[in-house]
């Protein structure tokens, strides 16, 4: 393990970044696997304040999300179901389609915190249903180039050959 590296992380020796996007979204979170020397596994604590998401509705095609409730209680919007969660809940968020899309809601009157697991794919396809957005993004280890990350929109497909010199 370097320096920075321990095997034990108390949450409350970590430093939150602060966000707010629009009128639904806001939260108080960090990532923090590194810290634990995991490699595979991505970790994160978030705090969100009552009625706000970390994110929007969305679904991975390669990673799985698992979600462990700490405190507070919300609602797990998971493909086309709406799940009433509270402290303990545990919720599973398998790589998939849009059946598989996924949201955590804090609808209580006090913060919401939770632990995010995942696994940490390399390269990996996100798609948001509600605005008919996609993540396309990859990590590149060892390369000079080491990431490519584009956000589209679904429907601005492209012919295989398009643009290609002499097709």
């Known amino acids: 393990m370097t320096d920075q590296q321990t095997p034990i992380v ?4 970590l430093s939150l970044d602060r966000w707010k996007q629009g009128a639904l979204y806001e939260s108080a979170d960090t990532s923090f696997a ?11 604590y978030n ?51 849009a059946e598989t899309a996924h949201q955590i809601i804090n609808t209580g009157a006090t913060p919401l915190i939770y632990l995010g697991i995942s696994t ?22 060892g390369s000079l180039d080491r990431s490519f990350r584009e956000m589209g929109r679904v429907g601005g497909s492209l012919d295989y050959w398009d643009g290609e010199p002499g097709a």
């Open 10 to 13: 108390n949450i409350d020796a």
């Open 34 to 44: 590194t810290m634990l020397g995991l490699k595979g596994l991505g970790v994160s």
């Open 47 to 97: 705090e969100v304040p009552a009625g706000k998401s970390s994110c929007p509705f969305h679904n991975h095609h390669v990673e799985d999300e698992m979600f462990f409730v700490i405190e507070g209680a919300g609602e797990y919007r998971f493909g086309s179901a709406r799940h009433p969660i509270r402290k303990g809940d545990v919720l599973g968020a398998p790589a998939g389609g």
């Open 120 to 141: 940490k794919a390399a390269t990996d396809i996100v798609e948001y249903p509600d605005s008919g957005k996609f993540l396309a993004k990859t990590r590149r280890e």
